[in-house]
């Protein structure tokens, strides 16, 4: 049986979103990442080894902040 | 005075910006043509965020696809397409618009941030995967969970 996945989003206040993904092995993190990057604006993408397999992460660039 | 700002990200899928201003209590109202704001745009507001530094001209300020009703503000957000043909949320944040930023974030980065939790949601769900919410310091984390993933 497969083993269970995971695809962390953390959605954080000053609009960056760093998403990581779990357990995967080989291209099939990016391709589970795939669909919840659309509209995400991405400025950066690295992939490290993990047990289990391997860790892919990537972060969105920030929205801008307010200047008054 | 006028300080009409944008989100840098575009509206990528409105259904999830609808439910977005359900959860943070907006009214989002479809079809209406034009957001309430200052009503004349003086020049005077240059920032990275400007409105017309994203795509929207000055000209068109207060025109819109669709609007959002802030409880309690005089004045709305305004959805509105730049010159790339994308939709951004556009509002007025100075004086009465402070009540939009105060709930919607600067640059309505919380509005924002809602719909892309939504939108990941609701696509996780459809390919048949666990969703949950969880609060962490300075956002929302969404751990999406599948043995098919």
Request: net charge positive.
């Amino acid at each position: 049986m497969n083993k269970e996945k995971a695809i962390i989003m953390d959605f954080m206040d000053d609009g960056t979103v760093v998403m990581e993904g779990e357990n995967f092995v080989g291209d099939a993190c990016d391709k589970a990442m795939a669909p919840y990057k659309k509209g995400l604006n991405e400025s950066k993408h690295e992939r490290k080894a993990k047990t289990g397999g391997l860790m892919s992460s990537i972060r969105t660039s920030a929205t801008v902040k307010k200047k008054a | 005075m006028s300080h009409v700002c944008a989100g840098a990200q575009h509206v990528h899928d409105l259904d999830a910006l609808k439910l977005a201003c359900k959860e943070m209590g907006l009214e989002f109202v479809a079809n209406q043509k034009t957001f309430k704001w200052w009503g004349r745009w003086v020049n005077d507001y240059d920032a990275k965020d400007a409105a017309y530094k994203l795509g929207i001209k000055p000209g068109d300020y207060g025109k819109c696809e669709h609007a959002i009703k802030v409880p309690g503000c005089d004045y709305e957000i305004g959805l509105m397409r730049n010159d790339k043909g994308q939709l951004l949320v556009v509002y007025d944040f100075y004086g009465e618009g402070q009540k939009i930023q105060n709930v919607v974030g600067p640059a309505a980065g919380l509005l924002l941030k809602r719909m892309g939790l939504i939108a990941a949601e609701r696509q996780a769900v459809k390919l048949g995967h666990k969703t949950v919410r969880m609060k962490i310091n300075g956002g929302i984390r969404l751990k999406i969970t599948g043995r098919t993933l």
